[in-house]
């Protein structure tokens, strides 16, 4: 292929917009009983669900160093807490676990309300 059409492509390319990563940060810790019923409860059915395939979950252990990649409104205190990052920023965030009924309803709020500002999760329901 000659370099000309090579550049061409690779600046074509490089002007596309990036689409937004969103994830579900799952803040936890060791022997957190209510991270354990999450794991129990949710866990195995999340990443077969639209919301876990419109927000894939990312763990992270709230006594660790918060990764370089994620920029948070505040501390990780509660176990577990939910953040909903769009490229590592937050978006909004859920305390505590209550139970599988309290969890989905707040969690499809969460991403309705993102999905007006994110075009990435835009029709987030029919994934």
Known sequence: MPVLLRLLLLAGLAAMPARAEV??????????????RWNAEIAPIYPKSPEGRA???????????????????GRLVVTPTFVLVED?????????????????????????????????????RAR
Do not use: K
Not at 24 to 36: F, K, Q
Not at 99 to 116: I, Y
């Open 88 to 124: 590592g920023i937050e978006i909004d965030r859920m305390e505590g676990y209550p139970g599988d009924a309290f969890f989905w309803s707040l969690l499809d709020r969460m991403l309705d309300s993102a999905a007006e500002t994110v075009p990435a999760l835009e029709n987030w």
């Open 55 to 73: 927000a894939p979950l990312r763990r992270v252990d709230i006594h660790d160093p918060l990764p370089e990649d994620l920029e948070l409104n």
């Open 23 to 36: 994830e579900l940060v799952m803040g936890e810790e060791i022997g957190c009983i209510w991270c354990a």
